[in-house]
């Protein structure tokens, strides 16, 4: 036996070697070194017993025990780890000697992971220090992290470039930011991207070595799953937005049919999706509790991501939720309302959200459906976080308001019923889904329950229908400070600059037309007086700048732009004649 | 106002004559309504503009007696007339002018599909 000064390491080591000469085969493995690092970290306050506990802690990284071993290493404990290393009767298993050399400080900690990936991009090593791997020469290596991307917007194609080859093929620490910063446990996907623009194939790994444990549950956009009826006592469920993801992939989603308790598991696929044809036990109007587990967090499925409900199931009974109270101008003159209300169960998404969906309906407000078209076409994802499914027959729509004092924004939820003024023939008297399909039963209603809400908040639709502006109502829903510029004086390089970097930068815009003032002006323009219209974009063809834009009626357009659907292309300087202010947010 | 146009169905019974015409000349301007209070570039405030009485000259009856001329009314509403302006007119008994944006108010296809559905 090597001459081991400590007193328990010494202790330790005896026993191994009493055991090793009568079962030649004993090695000093992983469980033996650790037991030798209790004994070195039992300078750190600890006994060695409480020593050992504390480096058994179950999603602790060797790095971490490493650095809790060094922490109480003394100049003797080292010589005698030497001596175990270098003299030590009892064999060490490879693993076990690189663990214990860490701690003295003369390899890396981790024994080198074979690399993974494929012939374009192999990945090498834990993350702790970022992600490092060979690719080609030159080559850009992208990275989009899975477990992330859908809280997010991102699409699976979204990746973030986070470093390049040397002239040796080697990248080092390569990092992602912002909301894609990796955490322990986290999937990332990457790929190389070579010099002629092609990409390799994708290459997925579990970030390792970031912290203590994996604390990031699978994420789950509720938003993007629908459920539509099949028909035979199966209810289809899909991701209505199949280029973004539900979950990462491998997560296990629990869908319980609040009816009838009856869980159903389902593993989410390669493309954050669910298999193709996955269906449910269930029935329409039936009310699903979704919870999410991504193998490590919420193992037992306890905590509920959320509720979604099959659409077309029998109204619930009774006014749920006291409805905003009408436009004046929809009242009679002993203030009784001229119009009823109808309940409608249609799916709040059918395809995500579109511009195109919004419709504005018989009040003046104008500026509302046009700001959330406009939103639409920027943010998406912002209008279908907004709007939550209670499963019980309401719906609950968050606002920002701001406090002016802080300069911070906070959440307004508002509840709301499906319940919609509506008229004569059935239709929603105001903002409805733009199409045929007005059905009680099946409209998709988030813009008007959206529209809603925004009335239940505000007072009234009343409150809401006599003009106001749509820099207010992207600050209302997403919580940035809008901003108006007089299109008028501005000079046509800024504006055109203006609009281009609100658009790329994927900020809603909106434009709203002069008022009574310049009547005359509008007649036979096909653009409108004191009305709101979105942004949606810009283009120049054959030098011409043109700005598309979406009246929020769905049609009545200028001449000469294709199907009446309310968007069409004008040229910049039509535009700074007919448009009064520019309305976007930072 | 930029409310959307009413729903033809609620328009069309009231129209005795519905023309393709053209504003020929602006006869008369009435006083100009009261302005509504409103934040500095906010839409849809319901601003109307004044009441006109205007001469259109006839270039097609889609329904009602025919006629070359005739002398109508715009009332308080979210447009205004000049000479030259065309379109659609719907024209009730009173020879006032229907729909909330006058000529640009319903597309001669829309009105056509729907007279013709009512004969």
């Known amino acids: 036996m090597p001459k081991i000064t400590d007193r328990g390491i010494a202790n330790i080591y005896t026993k191994l070697e009493t055991e090793q000469r009568t079962n030649p085969s004993v090695k000093i493995g992983q469980a033996q070194a650790l037991e030798i690092l209790a004994a070195v970290g039992d300078r750190s306050g600890w006994s060695a017993a409480s020593a050992l506990k504390e480096l058994q802690k179950p999603g602790l990284t060797q790095q971490a025990q490493i650095d809790i071993a060094k922490k109480g290493l003394s100049a003797t404990e080292r010589r005698d780890l030497e001596k175990i290393l270098d003299a030590g009767t009892v064999p060490l298993e490879p693993s076990a000697r690189q663990f214990l050399e860490a701690v003295i400080g003369r390899t890396s900690p981790q024994p080198p992971n074979p690399p993974v990936g494929n012939a374009d991009l192999k990945i090498q090593g834990n993350q702790t220090s970022g992600l490092s791997g060979f690719a080609k020469a030159g080559d850009s290596i992208e990275a989009i992290n899975l477990s992330a991307a859908p809280s997010g917007r991102l699409t699976l194609e979204d990746t973030m470039v986070i470093g390049k080859a040397d002239a040796a093929g080697q990248f080092k620490n390569a990092k992602l930011t912002g909301d894609q910063a990796m955490q322990e446990g986290d999937l990332i996907r990457m790929r190389a991207r070579h010099a002629d623009g092609t990409a390799g194939d994708w290459v997925t790994v579990k970030a390792e070595g970031l912290g203590t444990a994996d604390t990031r549950n699978a994420a789950v956009a509720i938003f993007r799953i629908g459920l539509t009826d099949a028909g035979n006592g199966k209810i289809n469920v899909a991701n209505i937005n199949a280029s973004r993801q539900v979950s990462e992939p491998g997560a296990q989603l629990q869908l319980t049919n609040v009816r009838t308790g009856e869980k159903t598991k389902v593993t989410i696929d390669d493309k954050g999706s669910f298999p193709a044809g996955f269906s449910i036990p269930g029935k329409p109007g039936d009310v699903f509790s979704v919870a999410a587990t991504d193998g490590k967090n919420n193992t037992s499925f306890a905590t509920e991501v959320g509720k979604l409900t099959v659409p077309g199931g029998a109204p619930a009974t009774g006014d749920l939720i006291k409805d905003p109270a009408l436009h004046k101008d929809e009242l009679n003159t002993d203030g009784t309302p001229k119009f009823s209300t109808k309940r409608f169960t249609g799916p709040l998404f059918k395809d995500g959200v579109s511009p195109k969906d919004t419709q504005q309906g018989q009040i003046g407000d104008c500026y509302f459906p046009s700001a959330i078209s406009a939103i639409a076409q920027a943010n998406p994802d912002a209008l279908q976080k907004m709007i939550k499914d209670n499963g019980d027959g309401t719906y609950t729509v968050n606002f920002k308001e701001k406090d002016w004092m802080s300069g911070n924004y906070k959440d307004v939820p508002i509840k709301v019923d499906g319940d919609l003024y509506v008229r004569s023939w059935g239709g929603p008297l105001y903002g409805a889904t733009l199409g045929s399909d007005k059905g009680e039963k099946t409209m998709e209603l988030w813009f008007p329950l959206v529209e809603k809400a925004y009335a239940t908040w505000k007072g009234s639709y009343n409150a809401i229908g006599n003009g106001g502006m749509s820099s207010d109502v992207f600050q209302e829903v997403l919580g940035k400070d809008g901003q108006d510029m007089s299109i008028k004086y501005a000079n046509p390089d800024t504006l055109w600059k203006t609009l281009k970097t609100a658009i790329d930068n994927k900020q809603p815009v909106s434009a709203g037309t002069y008022g009574d003032d310049q009547d005359a002006l509008y007649t036979n323009t096909g653009v409108h007086s004191d009305h709101s219209y979105s942004v949606l974009g810009y283009k120049e063809v054959n030098g011409e700048k043109l700005v598309t834009i979406r009246n929020p009626w769905g049609e009545t357009e200028p001449a000469g732009n294709g199907a009446n659907d309310g968007i069409f292309d004008l040229p910049l300087k039509d535009f700074q004649k007919l448009y009064q202010t520019l309305m976007y947010t930072n | 106002?930029?409310?959307?146009?009413?729903?033809?169905?609620?328009?069309?019974?009231?129209?005795?004559?519905?023309?393709?015409?053209?504003?020929?000349?602006?006869?008369?301007?009435?006083?100009?309504?009261?302005?509504?209070?409103?934040?500095?570039?906010?839409?849809?405030?319901?601003?109307?503009?004044?009441?006109?009485?205007?001469?259109?000259?006839?270039?097609?009856?889609?329904?009602?007696?025919?006629?070359?001329?005739?002398?109508?009314?715009?009332?308080?509403?979210?447009?205004?007339?000049?000479?030259?302006?065309?379109?659609?007119?719907?024209?009730?008994?009173?020879?006032?002018i229907l729909g909330r944006y006058g000529p640009d108010t319903y597309a001669f296809s829309k009105l056509e599909a729907a007279i013709a559905a009512k004969k």
């Open chain 2, 1 to 96: 106002m930029a409310k959307p146009p009413e729903p033809l169905q609620d328009v069309l019974p009231k129209a005795t004559w519905v023309f393709d015409a053209e504003v020929v000349e602006v006869l008369k301007q009435g006083p100009a309504p009261e302005k509504k209070e409103a934040r500095a570039g906010a839409s849809d405030t319901g601003q109307k503009t004044a009441s006109q009485t205007v001469k259109i000259k006839v270039n097609r009856v889609l329904r009602g007696e025919p006629v070359k001329e005739m002398i109508v009314e715009k009332p308080e509403a979210g447009y205004a007339l000049r000479a030259g302006n065309h379109g659609p007119f719907l024209i009730d008994d009173s020879k006032v």
